[in-house]
């Protein structure tokens, strides 16, 4: 058994702040390698609330405070511990943070490195409220610095725009977050407005994904509404944005809370939607999310689950063939009841998604550049 282990090729994955099973870079990118039987598998990831242990793979941790500086500083150091020690034949980056050590330990150990961009980061600094124009010009820079294309062999890009955003990042192959779930039996679903619906919000809360657009639309939809429930489910780093969901919700019996300052693990997240009749995506109209196609409109695909979205073309374009998803202008609150009781109208899924919706679509696209 030990002799077929050494006999594969030594492959490392490395997250920084998302969990060691994170659901791309574990679930879609590791498991598609491990269906060939060819990789000997490692993964370097935030350390969950769970250990996690596989006699088929094996786990390191980048980092077990996601709020600690110093261990943040560290995560470098730590990759390159782990180089030393796994000696992989392919790295794959799954965060800028690793890339400048990896170039370096490239010329020392010849590994293949490919960058898996998950996000657009520079553009993403511009998200963030609280950091200040230095401190975020200072942060483009090096992130930058980072993804230069010198010492990389392949990139990954997460959404189809990136191509565009980010046009020096090549050779490139685009691999959509696509539902990479158990597929699940599809039905119409009618929602009546008479039972206690369930909605949820999920995801990284913040000012620009939302959260609190959608959460004063709920509660003034629940004025005329009282059945109504409405979860939020997330992971949300500003700690003045949590108290302020926590303050406006605090005085509504059918709004729960279970807000994270670290990320929350996706099967979780899986378990909170399979429960839920209606996802809410209020995401602020910015360019940084225009073009963009966001996990969850995959999964929703996947599990028969209805959205309220902002409005959004390629979303609509995307939804409208199947029915699974409606526009909704979270910022309209005087008409809150009056379009969510247009878009309930009519059933959810009166058709089948596509099978364009799957990760195993894509899956043997990755394995070819390997």
Not at 57 to 71: A, E, H, N, P, V
Not at 143 to 148: L, T, V, Y
Not at 197 to 212: A, M, R, V, Y
Not at 325 to 346: C, D, M, P, R, V
Request: charged share 25%.
């Amino acid at each position: 058994m030990q002799q077929k282990r050494a006999e594969k090729t030594p492959v490392l994955i490395a997250s920084g702040l998302k969990p060691v099973q994170d659901i791309r870079a574990f679930r879609k990118l590791g498991l598609s390698m491990s269906e060939t039987n060819k990789y000997s598998l490692n993964f370097i990831g935030f350390c969950p609330k769970r250990s996690s242990k596989s006699e088929k793979f094996r786990y390191f941790y980048s980092i077990t405070d996601t709020k600690s500086l110093w261990q943040r500083a560290w995560m470098p150091f730590r990759f390159a511990q782990i180089v030393q020690k796994v000696r992989p034949k392919i790295v794959i980056c799954c965060t800028w943070e690793y890339l400048p050590i990896a170039k370096l330990l490239k010329r020392i150990y010849g590994f293949k490195l490919i960058y898996d961009v998950q996000e657009n980061y520079v553009a993403n600094l511009n998200l963030n409220p609280e950091r200040g124009t230095i401190s975020r010009f200072l942060a483009k820079s090096l992130i930058s610095f980072s993804e230069s294309k010198n010492g990389i062999d392949h990139f990954l890009l997460a959404e189809k725009c990136y191509e565009k955003e980010m046009p020096k990042k090549s050779p490139a192959l685009v691999l959509p977050n696509l539902y990479a779930g158990e597929k699940v039996k599809f039905k119409p679903v009618f929602l009546d407005l008479n039972t206690p619906l369930q909605l949820l919000i999920t995801g990284t809360l913040s000012p620009s994904f939302g959260t609190e657009n959608a959460l004063l639309w709920f509660i003034k939809l629940s004025d005329k509404l009282p059945q109504l429930k409405l979860k939020i489910v997330g992971h949300c780093t500003l700690k003045s944005f949590q108290k302020r969901v926590e303050n406006l919700s605090k005085n509504y019996p059918n709004i729960s809370l279970n807000i994270s300052e670290n990320p929350i693990l996706h099967e979780e997240i899986i378990e909170e939607m399979k429960a839920s009749d209606l996802l809410l995506l209020a995401y602020e109209d910015r360019a940084e999310f225009r073009s963009k196609m966001p996990t969850k409109l995959y999964e929703c695909a996947g599990l028969n689950i209805p959205i309220l979205h902002t409005p959004n073309s390629q979303w609509q374009e995307f939804l409208a063939p199947f029915n699974g998803g409606k526009s909704i202008n979270f910022l309209n609150l005087n008409q809150a009841e009056t379009q969510f009781k247009s878009a309930l109208q009519e059933p959810f899924f009166s058709q089948n998604p596509p099978l364009e919706i799957y990760w195993d679509t894509v899956k043997n696209s990755f394995l070819e550049i390997l």
